[in-house]
Every structure is written in structure tokens, then in C-alpha cells.
């Protein structure tokens, strides 16, 4: 893996959490661009303003994160959201969010 960035490793390890089954969060500021990181998390249609998250199409049907149930051909569900709180906003937030869910 000489000619892997840190974007494409990224994008690989949620794709294997996803495909196991586990539920990714991403929020924070300007994650789905991902200026400084190159992430590309999710794009955006110029002309129609659809926005696509590749993450959430590794197969052709997804399972609810409640779903604890493995089934062959899914894969858990991805978010990405942008937040206009500061980082330690953000941290503080996910950190309830996760002890609620």
C-alpha cells in the first residue's frame, strides 16, 4: 500500500465497518467535503443538487443501524453530517449521543 492515501484508507476502513455491521457517524465541521483531508464523503450534483454518499451504496440495500441482525448482501447504515459547532462541541455532543443509542 505505497500508493494509498489517508482519504482512501479512511474510506476503506468505513467500508469495512459498514459491511460488518457497524453503524458510522461522521459529524464535525466541513466532514463531508472534508477540505483538509480530501474525503469527498458526499458530492454534490451541480445541476440538480442531489447530493450522493457513496458510503451508503457498498451494497444494493441497507439495514437500519437498530437492525442487529447480519444478513448477506447489507450493510449497516453511514451519516455524515456537517455541524456549525467547534470541534469540542461536537465531541461533547456524540459523546451523549452514543450513550443514548
Known amino acids: 500500500g505505497e500508493s494509498i492515501d489517508w ?5 476503506l476502513a468505513f467500508g469495512s465497518l459498514l459491511l460488518d455491521g457497524t453503524h458510522v457517524r461522521l459529524t464535525g465541521q466541513d466532514v463531508e467535503r472534508g477540505t483538509f483531508a ?28 437498530a437492525d442487529g441482525c447480519k444478513r448477506p448482501g447489507q450493510q449497516a447504515s453511514f451519516t455524515i453530517r456537517n455541524s456549525v459547532l467547534s470541534e469540542l462541541a461536537v465531541l461533547a455532543f456524540e459523546y451523549g449521543y452514543s450513550l443514548h443509542s
Request: no cysteine; proline share 0%.
Open 7 to 11: 482519504a482512501t484508507a479512511e474510506s
Open 38 to 65: 480530501q474525503r469527498h464523503g458526499l458530492v454534490l450534483d451541480q445541476t440538480t443538487g442531489a447530493e450522493h454518499i457513496f458510503l451508503q451504496h457498498l451494497v444494493s440495500e441497507v439495514r437500519s443501524a
